[in-house]
């Protein structure tokens, strides 16, 4: 894999005409409509593009560049003659790759698999598979298997920045809050402690005014150790939220088999 990008990053550097990609719309697997495909194609040609690496032939474009009738027959080969498909279809463009791919419906998971196929060498260049509960996180991890199935770079990560800052705050909120909280019922104790004396030792206690300034300052003393543990957890829940996937850990889900329950996923 590491010779593709090796190729691509020196034509880049060079300023050699870049290759050219043809995107195929993405076929509709089990479950899945054909209506479904057609925004994950778009938005699969969009990240090629936007990555630099090729000069991209959307499925539109083909459907201007062949005829109806030509594309049907280039599209609708048989599993057997696939490869000669596709080198067919990449010779009449003077396009090298050709990204194809498969959306299915696994019970409750969504899953994109995309393969670029060589033309010149009739062996695939890459392929990726992204498994998420819902088409937004899947849409989310396109850059990442798009950079997969290109045999590209992936992208860089987005900053964790303000989610471990987000935590950090979080945490140290609700350790000041617990100690806080922790002083104040000391506090408490001290003082219930001297007024059990005075009943016995007459003599002992300070005035009025001062146990009730005493009762306020423990009061405060008690708001503020629970509002430090709410915004602490606040804070620390809010970093989980935004903390960003890289797009290439492990994707696991539950999905039914003919005999129960199974787990299906993909792996980087």
Same mark, same amino acid.
């Given at each position: 894999?590491?010779?593709?990008?090796?190729?691509?990053?020196?034509?880049?550097?060079?300023?050699?005409?870049?290759?050219?990609? +043809?995107?195929?719309?993405?076929?509709?697997?089990?479950?899945?409509?054909?209506?479904?495909?057609?925004?994950?194609?778009?938005?699969?040609?969009?990240?090629?593009?936007?990555?630099?690496?090729?000069?991209?032939?959307?499925?539109?474009?083909?459907?201007?560049?062949?005829?109806?009738?030509?594309?049907?027959?280039?599209?609708?080969?048989?599993?057997?003659?696939?490869?000669?498909?596709?080198?067919?279809?990449?010779?009449?463009?003077?396009?090298?790759?050709?990204?194809?791919?498969?959306?299915?419906?696994?019970?409750?998971?969504?899953?994109? $698999?995309?393969?670029?196929?060589?033309?010149?060498?009739?062996?695939?260049?890459?392929?990726?598979?992204?498994?998420?509960?819902?088409?937004?996180?899947?849409?989310?991890?396109?850059?990442?298997? +798009?950079?997969?199935? $290109?045999?590209?770079?992936?992208?860089? &990560?987005?900053?964790?920045?303000?989610?471990? $800052?987000?935590?950090?705050?979080? +945490?140290?909120? +609700?350790?000041?809050?617990?100690?806080?909280?922790?002083?104040?019922?000391?506090?408490?104790?001290?003082?219930?402690?001297?007024?059990?004396?005075?009943?016995? $030792? &007459?003599?002992?206690?300070?005035?009025?005014?001062?146990?009730?300034?005493?009762?306020?300052?423990?009061?405060?003393?008690?708001?503020?150790?629970?509002?430090?543990?709410?915004?602490?957890?606040?804070?620390?829940?809010?970093?989980?939220?935004?903390?960003?996937?890289?797009?290439?850990?492990?994707?696991?889900?539950?999905?039914?088999?003919?005999?129960?329950?199974?787990?299906?996923?993909?792996?980087?």
């Amino acid at each position: 894999m590491t010779v593709p990008v090796v190729l691509l990053l020196s034509l880049c550097a060079a300023g050699v005409e870049k290759p050219r990609l +043809v995107m195929l719309e993405l076929s509709p697997g089990a479950g899945v409509e054909a209506s479904l495909t057609a925004p994950l194609t778009e938005a699969a040609t969009g990240e090629v593009q936007r990555a630099g690496f090729f000069e991209v032939i959307s499925s539109r474009d083909l459907q201007s560049l062949l005829g109806l009738e030509r594309q049907k027959a280039l599209l609708g080969c048989a599993d057997e003659a696939a490869k000669n498909c596709m080198t067919e279809l990449s010779g009449a463009l003077g396009a090298r790759f050709v990204m194809s791919g498969t959306l299915a419906r696994l019970g409750e998971a969504w899953q994109l $698999t995309l393969t670029t196929l060589d033309s010149q060498k009739a062996q695939p260049l890459g392929r990726a598979t992204r498994l998420a509960r819902s088409l937004e996180n899947l849409r989310a991890m396109l850059p990442y298997a +798009v950079a997969e199935a $290109t045999g590209t770079p992936l992208p860089a &990560p987005p900053s964790r920045a303000l989610p471990y $800052t987000l935590i950090g705050v979080g +945490v140290a909120g +609700v350790v000041f809050g617990v100690v806080w909280g922790a002083l104040h019922l000391s506090q408490e104790q001290q003082l219930a402690s001297v007024l059990e004396a005075a009943g016995s $030792t &007459p003599g002992v206690l300070a005035t009025r005014s001062t146990y009730q300034a005493q009762l306020r300052l423990l009061e405060t003393q008690r708001w503020v150790a629970l509002g430090a543990v709410l915004a602490g957890a606040a804070s620390f829940i809010v970093g989980l939220v935004l903390m960003p996937g890289d797009g290439n850990s492990a994707s696991l889900a539950v999905v039914p088999t003919f005999n129960g329950l199974g787990l299906a996923g993909g792996f980087p």
